[in-house]
């Protein structure tokens, strides 16, 4: 049955991360930042919010990450002179950036994990729905999977998560849920949730991926969560209560995501990211592909 839930406005974006697989190009610029193709990372992210409806961004930033602000900010000195060059599709790129959506800011003091950065949050969140989008996930504008939870969180309540089979070998690397399938096809009830189990002990291959969209019960929940798996505070362990006791804060439900994903967490998937990227742009991948087939040739 089709229920009526608040409208989810707001999406937390955590960014605090110190980036260390990435040193030491990442010893002065955030991670986040980190250009895919011609645009940083973080940009992605904030417009899969917008494009969903999400135009209130919390970004949970810590140290050294003032770059984050700045380019979301107007540079009044490059815009002058891009006009006065007469240079209107930079000029338009550079301004684009910061007409995206009303972005905030909130520092994590200490680096406690994600559950503690999405903690972080809950005063500008407050008592209504939310999302959340972690910048290593970048989802291809074609595959709109946060929209597609945002659908899901209206009709069931509770809270929806992002989930991704990965093959049972690489289950370790991520947070893991139970699931019983639901009438709707890409949709499963979450019975339970695991971090970053040993194959043997994985309840599924079930991989729990960047997104999720929360019920504001988690905060009370996350208040109360002791450090975990690293010594953290993980969101994962508060939802695994929220999916024992539905009386708080409703079900989890997952949506079953087999569109195009680009992991940029990792140094390999965040060269095979721009490669994919670059290939499908219409300015850039004629040509592109045309030299990748010509080296690719030579090199084997």
């Known amino acids: 049955m ?26 002065a610029t955030p991670k986040e930042m980190l250009p895919v193709v011609d645009k940083p990372a973080i940009q992605y992210v904030v417009e899969e919010a917008v494009s969903a409806g999400l135009d209130d961004v919390l970004m949970v930033t810590g140290r050294n990450k003032r770059p984050l602000e700045d380019h979301f900010d107007r540079n009044y000195e490059l815009e002058s002179a891009l006009e006065k060059k007469g240079d209107t599709e930079r000029l338009g790129k550079v301004q684009e950036s910061s007409d995206l959506a009303m972005i905030h800011y909130v520092r994590q003091g200490d680096p406690k994990g994600l559950g503690h950065a999405v903690l972080c949050a809950a005063p ?152 994919r990227l670059a290939c499908e742009r219409e300015d850039l991948g004629p040509d592109f592909r045309t030299w990748l087939r010509s080296y690719v040739a030579e090199e084997m």
């Open 2 to 27: 089709t229920q009526s839930h608040p409208r989810i406005s707001k999406a937390v974006i955590p960014a605090a991360g110190l980036g260390t697989r990435f040193l030491p190009a990442t010893k």
């Open 124 to 275: 500008h969140v407050g008592d209504e729905p939310f999302a959340v989008l972690l910048g290593d996930d970048l989802i291809d504008p074609r595959d709109p999977l946060l929209q597609r939870m945002i659908e899901v969180q209206a009709q069931y309540g509770g809270s929806v998560i992002a989930l991704m089979e990965v093959a049972p070998e690489q289950i370790h690397l991520y947070g893991c849920a139970a699931v019983d399938t639901t009438e709707d096809g890409d949709v499963v009830k979450v019975s339970g949730l695991v971090e970053k189990p040993d194959a043997a002990d994985a309840p599924s291959n079930y991989a729990i991926i960047g997104r999720y969209v929360l019920d504001p019960h988690v905060f009370d929940i996350l208040r109360r969560t002791q450090p975990g798996r690293g010594g953290e505070i993980q969101l994962t362990d508060a939802l695994q209560q929220l999916a024992a006791d539905e009386k708080v804060g409703g079900p989890v439900h997952g949506v079953v995501f087999k569109g195009r994903r680009y992991d940029t967490g990792d140094r390999s998937d965040y060269l095979r990211a721009i490669v």
